[in-house]
Structure formats: C-alpha cells, structure tokens
C-alpha cells in the first residue's frame, strides 16, 4: 500500500488518539467553562429581567397611585372653589340685601323728613293765609266803617 495517497498506519491511531485527547482538553478547559459562563449569564439575566419586571409593575402601581392622588387632589381643589364660590355669591347676596335694606331705610327716611318739611311748610302757610286773611278783614271792614 505504498503507493496510495491515503495510508492507513500506526501514524493514524496516534492522530486519532492525539485528536481526542485535544478534543477532551478543549472540552475541559474550553467548552465546559464557556458553557458554564454562558448559562451563569443567562441566570443572571434572567435575575434581571424579573427585577425590571418587577420593578415595572412597582412603577405602574406608583404611577397609578399618583394618578389617583392626582385625581383626588383635582377633586379636592375643585370642591373648595366650588365652596368659595358659593361662599362668595352668599357674601354677595347678604351684602346687597344690606345694600337694599339700608337704602329702604334711606328712603324710608327722607320721605319722613319731606313729609314733615311739608307739613311745617303747610301749617306756615295756613298761619300766613289766616294772617292775609285778618288783615284783608280789617282793611275791608276798615273801608266799611
């Protein structure tokens, strides 16, 4: 068999033996250790994904907490304006009832004072009429007699 291209001898047994004991050696101090690296990442990254995801639903819940403090605050803020404005329109009303009242009053009064400015000017009046009326008797009767 000396002259095929391909010779299987004694050299192949040793090449053989040769390639597993490289392929054993690769395995221990290539395979196992980058498989083991591997899976200790993927661990790890597993670890992670569940603390974003739990720290995703940590943040939804804060985002709808604060979204209710929210609301409520609105709520709130709403319901004093409302009161203020209430309060308001009945400060308003009291005080044009006030208004009203004080200027009944008002009225109320200087139709007194004109009521009696008018009854002393008509009892002037009527004084001087009996006068003018005297005095007209006197000069008529003056003539007469």
Not at 21 to 28: E, G, T
Not at 72 to 101: F, G, L, Y
């Amino acid at each position: 068999m000396a002259g095929s291209i391909v010779s299987i001898d004694w050299t192949l047994a040793v090449q053989t033996v040769n390639f597993l004991i490289f392929m054993v050696l690769i395995n221990k101090f290539l395979f196992k250790p980058l498989l083991e690296l591997m899976e200790e990442r993927e661990r790890e990254l597993g670890t992670v994904y569940s603390e974003v995801e739990a720290l995703k639903e940590k943040a939804n819940s804060l985002l709808a907490q604060v979204e209710e403090l929210l609301s409520r605050a609105k709520e709130e803020a709403k319901a004093k304006i409302d009161e203020a404005v209430r309060e308001a329109r009945e400060e308003r009303e009291k005080i044009i009832a006030e208004a009203q009242e004080l200027a009944a009053r008002k009225v109320e009064r200087a139709k007194e004072e004109i009521w009696k400015s008018f009854e002393e000017e008509k009892a002037k009046l009527e004084k001087e009429a009996e006068k003018i009326a005297e005095e007209i008797v006197k000069k008529i009767l003056g003539k007469a007699a």
